[in-house]
């Protein structure tokens, strides 16, 4: 069964940062994209950052590049976002993905999901 644990998620104020992990079990995750979407209360769940296994691409919103930066560690089935000068509108679930071959950005297109973490922005 194949599990994605999302942490490190919490209350920041603006401009702060914070960093996400996510490490997934219960299968092998080669050649596999994992990433991040997030929702924001009342709204559809957005993609965020997404990368491909082995240090390959790495895909980002408009909204977030050059403040998040999505990465890897295939050792240990693992990824991590670090969020650099939070705004409130990044407040937010972020949740942890994974879908076979390459990143998308269509949420219907990634069959594991973790439960989403936490992530407010104060003004």
């Known amino acids: 069964q194949v599990q994605l644990v999302e942490s490190g998620g919490g209350l920041v104020q603006a401009g702060g940062s914070l960093s996400l992990s996510c490490t997934a079990s219960?299968?092998?995750?080669?050649?596999?994209?994992m990433g991040w979407f997030r929702q924001a209360p009342g709204q559809e769940r957005e993609f965020v950052a997404a990368?491909?296994?082995?240090?390959?691409?790495?895909y980002s919103a408009t909204s977030v590049k050059g403040r998040f930066t999505i990465s890897r560690d295939d050792a240990k089935n693992t990824i991590y976002l670090q969020m650099n000068d939070l705004k409130p509108e990044d407040t937010a679930v972020y949740y942890c993905?994974?879908?076979?071959?390459?990143?998308?950005?269509?949420?219907?297109?990634?069959?594991?999901w973790g439960r989403g973490t936490q992530v407010t922005v104060a003004s």
């Open positions: 993905v994974a879908r076979p071959g390459n990143p998308s950005t269509a949420v219907t297109l990634y069959p594991y």
């Open positions: 219960g299968r092998p995750f080669d050649f596999y994209a």
């Open positions: 990368k491909t296994e082995n240090g390959g691409s790495t």
